[in-house]
């Protein structure tokens, strides 16, 4: 007797866009790596802060991986169903620098930019942001006619 074995998987729209938005990145950096000179390659860092996606009854939650930025460093707009997280990270300045003997530089700098287009049951209105110990938390609640509600089943009496 065979046994039929079915695994069900969830389709997760934001993994898809994630790892689509990731290949498209990849691509266009090895095709503009070979247009630049050999000496140049490695000297621009560029930097797309990871992001964790999650949700529930009551909306969604976006947390961005911003170590050594501040609140002041960071700016968040949501238009037209479109959210966008946007900062600067900033070198070490040449007076924190003086006398030090550069041996590696890993850390990318510079702006970077992350957009995020809202689910339609997403109520932008709402939506909030807060910075702490360098987690950016956005929440992004959804509309009250999306989310589920309980329907309270009366019992009818006969007359």
Partial sequence: MAMNHRRSV???PFRELDDLSRR???MVERFAAQLEP???RFARPHWVPPVDITEDDEGYLIVVDL???RREDVR???ENRTLVVEGNRKPLGEESRKGLKVHREE???GHFSRSFVLPEDADEAKVTAEMKEGLLCIRIPKAEAAKPKEI???EVKEA
Avoid: H, K, Q, Y
């Fill in 67 to 69: 170590p050594g930025l």
């Fill in 38 to 40: 050999p000496a140049t």
């Fill in 152 to 154: 309270e089943v009366r």
């Fill in 10 to 12: 969830v389709w997760d």
């Fill in 76 to 78: 968040v707009t949501v």
């Fill in 24 to 26: 498209m990145f990849n």
């Fill in 107 to 109: 850390r990318a700098m």
